[in-house]
């Protein structure tokens, strides 16, 4: 795991100050590589790269970057791991018996593989998380690339004079001609997912790459571009799509059994598993007690004689503890387990610190306990497994179901009178709805016995009157639900439910689901939460499940062998009940978070509303400052549950706050 850098400016740019700046770009980057650092820069090119290093193969200086080609044509900084990256070198090899093998590191395996197959064939070869970027000295062209699902991040765009990218935005700060100018589409899109969706970055002119694609920049262009009055991001090209392997899922669909299918995912979890575990330092896995993170953990321990380190974070709050449920997991395996009982406090203590980790807003509040696990795991190994991926493969979230029956229960009224329904229960005030429900709730099973019926009521009546199962599942997924008047001058931008590829309307609703899950919520929160919160201690995070062949494999399942019965992941458990007893895993699902609504009224109110200031807010001039003085003061009462809208804010002013700061 590292952090990469790089620039294309002119031609015989003054070399000793282009070399300064690319040493402060590299090592603003140094969380993610505190092992080592290297750079090159051929001014007569226009090129520069820089790399920090966190060594995990090959330790020896023949795994340093950047790193030439044996035939010195291509030069490459490389962010991740390629877990093929033996039988690549095994297949080169074979075709070419007179290559001479430097080191054992797979980064030299990328090179050959550019080398003789050239870039978009080598990135259709290797599987693993990476974020790539290859200068060809010949053609002077940069090519940039990232992984299939998008767990390493690359930023790019043109800053000032040049054409930047990095690993993290931070890194493209300390560049001449820098602006903080703020994209309000980007901030929009913020207020309505709680993240800034791909290919959107937080401020104007920079991008992010989406995963499965690259980018060809040729010098003569970039040279093209800079003569323009407004110089526009390039964009990219997709060397794999989730749509694909969805559309090759339906049309060949699995025919075997269901024993079969479970062998059949066993046996390719291990190998993917046993892939991931290839680590020349101290290596472990995250353990929740659910059902990913322990198939992950089981499937590590069948592959280990030695006790694998697991790590867990712990709450005294009965809601937001898994812990014991972990424990469990890991004594039965036999793990060497190890786990960190939380307080409010050591929690509290991290919200001033995630600003500078996620360099854009960032508003899931997991961000939190992945943080407080990672820096656990980090006092004892250098790699960490984790179990993120199974739930947008295998219809593993709650809202899959309930959001299927909600729609069910929903279609067959007419939309004009869904709409008159969801009106005429909204208009009903908070305090009326609070009433009512006191009187009949002694008479309610406990399943309808809410803590805020006020709450439910609200939200309930919000969805009733959607026009259809895109909107719905929009609502259900955004934060704010009006981006465009919380933001001054926004527009919310074009999101993947209305841009569907048209195959994706042949997929029933929870197929859907899980594909909008797959190509937003996953990349652009899932994944950035585990990154940064790995990359800020210094640890590599690897994500199995979303190894690209149990993708594929997952889209050409049927929907019975993932949801039955209401049970989710059906298959994954499967496999997961031959290895744990199935009394230690079955129990409702939890979220990994902590408890924000209470925080925002008790130790976090201070600290919230200094942020949350009427004058601060209109003299900023982002945000609409009746509208959050309303909800804050709402939640304040208890009438109202706004911990999401609310986080997202403060997360907004937090890191606003921290950018003014770093100006001066």
């Not at 991740?80 to 070419?96: M, V």
């Not at 010098?219 to 571009?225: E, K, M, N, S, Y």
């Not at 964009?235 to 049309?251: C, F, N, P, Q, T």
């Amino acid at each position: 795991m590292c952090g990469i850098v790089g620039t294309i400016s002119a031609k015989n740019s003054a070399s000793a100050a282009s070399m300064a700046t690319l040493t402060k770009m590299r090592d603003r980057l140094s969380h993610r590589g505190p092992d080592a650092a290297g750079e090159w820069l051929e001014s007569n090119a226009g090129i520069s790269l820089g790399h920090r290093r966190l060594s995990i193969l090959d330790l020896s200086p023949t795994g340093a970057q950047p790193m030439h080609s044996s035939c010195n044509r291509y030069v490459t900084v490389f962010n991740g791991e390629i877990y093929n990256f033996r039988n690549l070198r095994d297949e080169i090899t074979h075709l070419h018996p007179s290559h001479v093998w430097r080191g054992t590191s797979d980064t030299e395996v990328i090179l050959a593989g550019v080398t003789y197959w050239g870039v978009e064939t080598t990135l259709t070869k290797v599987d693993g998380m990476f974020a790539i970027a290859v200068w060809d000295k010949l053609e002077n062209i940069l090519y940039l690339a990232r992984d299939r699902m998008g767990e390493k991040p690359l930023y790019y765009g043109y800053v000032g004079k040049q054409f930047a990218f990095a690993s993290e935005l931070k890194a493209l700060k300390v560049l001449d001609g820098w602006t903080n100018e703020i994209d309000r589409i980007a901030l929009t899109a913020y207020f309505s997912y709680s993240y800034v969706p791909s290919p959107l970055s937080i401020f104007k002119g920079i991008a992010k790459l989406m995963p499965g694609h690259f980018l060809k920049i040729a010098h003569a262009d970039f040279l093209a571009q800079s003569k323009c009055m407004h110089m526009h991001i390039p964009e990219s090209i997709a060397y794999w799509k989730l749509d694909d392997a969805i559309a090759i899922g339906r049309v060949h669909p699995f025919v075997g059994s269901e024993r079969e299918a479970t062998d059949q995912l066993e046996k390719l979890l291990l190998d993917t598993v046993g892939k991931q575990m290839v680590s020349d330092v101290p290596l472990g896995a995250f353990l929740s007690g659910g059902v990913d993170s322990s198939t992950v953990v089981a499937l590590m321990q069948a592959q280990s004689e030695p006790p694998i380190q697991t790590f867990t974070i712990g709450f005294d709050e009965a809601d937001f503890n898994e812990a014991e449920h972990a424990k469990a997991v890991a004594a039965h395996l036999g793990t060497d387990h190890h786990e960190l009982y939380v307080t409010p406090q050591q929690a509290m203590d991290v919200v001033p610190l995630l600003p500078t980790l996620y360099d854009e807003p960032f508003a899931d509040s997991s961000q939190i306990p992945t943080y407080l696990v990672a820096q656990l795991a980090r006092t004892k190994v250098t790699v960490s497994l984790s179990g993120d991926g199974g739930d947008e493969l295998f219809c593993g979230y709650n809202r899959y179901t309930w959001m299927n029956k909600i729609w069910k229960a929903m279609s067959p009224i007419p939309a004009p009178i869904r709409q008159f329904v969801g009106m005429a229960a909204s208009a009903i005030p908070p305090v009326v709805v609070a009433k009512g429900y006191g009187l009949v709730k002694p008479l309610l099973p406990q399943g309808l016995q809410f803590v805020n019926p006020a709450d439910k009521w609200a939200k309930t009546a919000d969805l009733i009157g959607l026009q259809d199962s895109a909107a719905l599942y929009k609502r259900v997924v955004s934060s704010w639900q009006a981006p465009e008047s919380l933001v001054v001058g926004g527009r919310e931008p074009l999101s993947i439910f209305e841009l569907s590829e048209p195959q994706s309307h042949q997929l029933n609703l929870g197929e859907q689901m899980m594909r909008f899950d797959a190509l937003t919520y996953l990349p652009d929160d899932i994944l950035v939460k585990v990154d940064r919160a790995s990359m800020a201690v210094s640890l590599e995070s690897r994500v199995p499940l979303l190894d690209r062949r149990v993708v594929e494999f997952a889209w050409h399942l049927p929907m019975a062998m993932k949801l039955r019965g209401g049970v989710s992941k059906w298959i994954l458990r499967e496999v997961l009940y031959r290895h744990v007893p199935r009394a230690l895993i079955e129990r409702p699902k939890m979220g990994f978070g902590v408890p924000i609504d209470s925080w925002l009224r008790g130790a976090l109110r201070p600290w919230a509303e200094a942020l949350l200031d009427e004058k601060l807010l209109a003299q900023q001039g982002y945000l609409n400052v009746s509208m959050i003085r309303k909800v804050w003061l709402e939640h304040l009462s208890g009438r109202r549950n706004w911990q999401s809208q609310l986080w997202a804010v403060l997360m907004f002013q937090a890191w606003l706050a921290d950018q003014v700061q770093h100006e001066k």
